[in-house]
C-alpha cells in the first residue's frame, strides 16, 4: 500500500515538472511579444479613473481681489450703460445725415456753377456784317444785342427743306409771343434768314421770299466773302461754288438747323429739323425765364 502511494506521488510530480516549465515558458513569451499592449492597457486604465485633486481653501481676499480687477476692467473700458450707448447711435446717426447733406449742398453749388459755365459749348457766333433784305443798310452783330434771336441758313431757291423750317421759327414765334409777356415786335424774338447763296439770292429776291414768312424776319445776303466768313463763324457748312452766276443751276448742300442766341449775342442752343415749333418755343421761354431772373438785359447791360 505504501509502494502504491508512493509510485502514484511520485508520477504525480513528474507530470508537474513537466508541465510548468512549459506554462511559464509560453507565459514569459507571450509577455515579450507583446509590451505595448500590456503598456496600453496600463495607461487606459489611468486615463479612465484619474486622481481627483483635492479642493484648495478660497483666501478670504479672494472678493477683494476681484473686486479690484472690476474696478480696472470698468476703469480701462469706462462704464457702459444703455444710456451711453443710445447717446452713442444717436450721435453716430446725427453725423451721418449732416455730412450727406453737406455732401449734396457741395454737388449742387458744383452743378450750378458748370451749368453757369460755358465749359463745352461751341464757339459761335462772331462779327459779320451783311446787308438787309428791306434796303434798310447793314445789319451787323451789335444789331443782335438786346434781343432774343433764332438765326437759320438757307436759301430762296430750296425746294422744301428750308421753307418748312422757316415756317416751323414762324410757328416757334407765335407761341412765344402768345405765353410771354413781351409780345410786342420790339422785344420779341427776332428771326433772322441768312443766304448761301449771294450769287442768285438778291436784295430784290430776298425781299419777295422774305414776305412769304412771319412778319418780324429779317433776310440778310451779301457777297461770296462777307457769306463765307459768317458761315464760319457760325460753324455753318454750305457748298455755293464761288464763282457760281445767277443764270447758273445748282442745289447748295448746308447744315440744316437753326440756332437760338441770347440778349449779349452768345450762342444758348441748335435745334435741328426734327424738334418741333413747340420743342423750340419751351426751350426759348425757359432761357427767356432764366435770363429774366438773373436781372434781364438791365444786369446785362444791353
Not at 451783311?130 to 434781343?147: P, Q, S, W
Not at 466773302?225 to 455753318?236: D, F, H, I, N, P
Not at 440778349?263 to 432761357?287: H, I, M, R, W
Amino acid at each position: 500500500m505504501n509502494s502504491l502511494k508512493s509510485v502514484a506521488c511520485s508520477a504525480s510530480s513528474s507530470i508537474r515538472a513537466n508541465i510548468r516549465p512549459r506554462i511559464s515558458s509560453n507565459h514569459i513569451s507571450f509577455a515579450r511579444s507583446t509590451p505595448s499592449a500590456s503598456w496600453i492597457i496600463c495607461k487606459r486604465g489611468f486615463a479612465d479613473s484619474p486622481k481627483s485633486q483635492p479642493e484648495q481653501p478660497q483666501s478670504p481676499l479672494q472678493p477683494e481681489i476681484d473686486r479690484q480687477r472690476k474696478l480696472r476692467d470698468q476703469a480701462n473700458v469706462g462704464p457702459f450703460t444703455w444710456k451711453a450707448a443710445t447717446l452713442f447711435i444717436a450721435t453716430g446717426i446725427g453725423l451721418y445725415f449732416y455730412f450727406e447733406s453737406e455732401k449734396k449742398a457741395v454737388l449742387e453749388k458744383r452743378q450750378a456753377e458748370l451749368s453757369n459755365k460755358s465749359i463745352g459749348k461751341p464757339q459761335i457766333g462772331g462779327p459779320f456784317k451783311l446787308n438787309r433784305h428791306d434796303y434798310k443798310g447793314e445789319f451787323t452783330e451789335k444789331d443782335l444785342l438786346g434781343n432774343w434771336t433764332l438765326i437759320y441758313f438757307g436759301f430762296t431757291h430750296c425746294p422744301d427743306i428750308c421753307p418748312e423750317e422757316l415756317d416751323k421759327m414762324g410757328d416757334a414765334i407765335e407761341i412765344i409771343d402768345k405765353k410771354s409777356t413781351k409780345n410786342n415786335q420790339n422785344n420779341g424774338v427776332l428771326p433772322l434768314f441768312i443766304s448761301v447763296d449771294p450769287a442768285r439770292d438778291t436784295l430784290p429776291q430776298l425781299n419777295k421770299y422774305i414776305k412769304e414768312f412771319h412778319p418780324r424776319m429779317i433776310g440778310l445776303v451779301g457777297d461770296y466773302e462777307a457769306v463765307k466768313k459768317t458761315c464760319k463763324m457760325y460753324r455753318v457748312y454750305f457748298s455755293t461754288p464761288p464763282d457760281a452766276a445767277p443764270t447758273d443751276d445748282y442745289l447748295v448742300d448746308h447744315s440744316i438747323f437753326f440756332y437760338l442766341m441770347d440778349p449779349l449775342g452768345q450762342f444758348v442752343d441748335a435745334f435741328g429739323k426734327a424738334t418741333t415749333a413747340d420743342q423750340v418755343a419751351e426751350k426759348v421761354l425757359d432761357s427767356m425765364k432764366k435770363w429774366e431772373a438773373a436781372g434781364g438785359n438791365a444786369a446785362a447791360g444791353v
